[in-house]
C-alpha cells in the first residue's frame, strides 16, 4: 500500500484547508484511515481517524474544527480543517493499518502552514 498526501499550503487563521490521502492497493476499505502531525521540534501526534466502518476519532485539540472522512471508492481519506490556528501548523501524515492494529503505512508530509 502507497499513500499519497496533498492538499497543505499556507493559510490565515481562521481558515479552511482540505487534506487528501490516496491509497493504492486493494485493502483500503478494510483498514483503519488516520492523520497525524508533527510541527517544529515536536513529537508526532495523533490528529483523527477513521475505521473501515467509518467510526471517527478525534484529538481534543482538533474536536470540532477537523473532520475525517473516507471514499473507499476513490480509496480516499480526507481531513477537512475548519477554523485554523497558528498552532495548527505542522507536517500532516496520513497512515493505514489494519482496525485495531496500529499503522503499517505511512505517507510523506504535506505542510500546513497557519499564519496569524
Known amino acids: 500500500v502507497q499513500l499519497q498526501a496533498y492538499g497543505g499550503g499556507l493559510v490565515q487563521a481562521g481558515g479552511s484547508l482540505r487534506l487528501s490521502c490516496a491509497a493504492s492497493g486493494s485493502i483500503f476499505s478494510r483498514n483503519t484511515m488516520a492523520w497525524f502531525r508533527q510541527a517544529p521540534g515536536k513529537q508526532r501526534e495523533f490528529v483523527a481517524r477513521i475505521t473501515s466502518g467509518g467510526t471517527t476519532n478525534y484529538a481534543d485539540s482538533v474536536k470540532g474544527r477537523f473532520a475525517i472522512s473516507r471514499d473507499n471508492a476513490k480509496s480516499t481519506t480526507y481531513l477537512q480543517m475548519n477554523s485554523l490556528k497558528p498552532e495548527d501548523t505542522a507536517d500532516y501524515y496520513c497512515?493505514?493499518?489494519?482496525?485495531?492494529?496500529?499503522?503499517?503505512?505511512w505517507g510523506q508530509g504535506t505542510l500546513v502552514t497557519v499564519s496569524s
Open positions: 497512515a493505514s493499518g489494519r482496525d485495531g492494529y496500529g499503522y503499517d503505512y
